[in-house]
């Protein structure tokens, strides 16, 4: 198992590394999803026609934009931004692996569990001392199918690498202290009212070149 394309998920999630995406285009999550309330008409409409939330057909055209208040969207915005501030900020010293499990639909956490998933992650932090610490999350897309049933999300996660074994550090040609970007695809389903997540793909860590390489203390 390599820490450079797995260091969170391991066993089952596979790695898939997302392309065409334009950065310029990225909404933070600690962003309020709220409209600019001085944007005139002609600007609103422009940026209606940009959004990131949106609803598509079976063909996977869009065929309607959400509002950024609109339930739906407020409600997996929460359930993705409450993941990735568990996943993202890992700490071989206090990890509880089974935290993230809330989020997760009840089949992917059975599949999770017949894979050993949960005690491979455990161990992989404790044998190397990792601890990761989540600097941004940014938003691509959320894409929610006509039923506003399921949706998928892409995401990316840009992570400090705060502590890690030397020797892993070495043989997987990473950097203690750099910050390295992690692309995501989150597919949920609603479930009696609540969002959960029933997959989730992760690209490999890619090095953010104008990340300083700050080696800061560990707390």
């Given amino acids: 198992m390599k820490l450079r394309n797995y260091l969170i998920i391991v066993v089952l999630l596979s790695c898939t590394l997302l392309s065409g995406c334009n950065t310029n285009d990225t909404v ?16 609103q409409q422009e940026r209606d026609g940009q959004s990131l939330w949106f609803v598509i057909d079976e063909s996977g055209n869009k065929i309607k934009s959400l509002d950024s208040q609109d339930p739906n969207v407020v409600a997996v915005n929460k359930v993705i931004t409450e993941h990735s501030k568990i996943v993202d900020n890992l700490d071989y010293r206090s990890l509880q692996a089974t935290r993230e499990l809330q989020y997760y639909a009840k089949p992917f956490v059975q599949v999770l569990q017949q894979q050993g998933y949960l005690t491979a992650l455990q161990q992989m932090y404790m044998n190397h001392q990792i601890i990761l610490q989540l600097n941004q999350l940014s938003w691509y897309e959320m894409a929610f199918y006509k039923d506003l049933k399921t949706v998928r999300v892409k995401t990316e ?26 692309p995501r695809i989150v597919d949920l389903q609603k479930e009696g009212g609540t969002w959960k997540i029933t997959k989730i793909e992760k690209g490999p860590f890619v090095l953010k070149p104008s990340a300083p390489n700050s080696n800061l203390p560990t707390k």
């Fill in 28 to 43: 933070e999550a600690s962003t309020p999803l709220v409209k600019n309330t001085s944007m005139n008409s002609k600007e």
């Fill in 157 to 182: 996660s840009q992570i400090v690498i705060k502590q890690c074994s030397q020797d892993y550090l070495t043989k997987n040609k990473l950097i203690k202290g750099q910050t390295y970007s992690q």
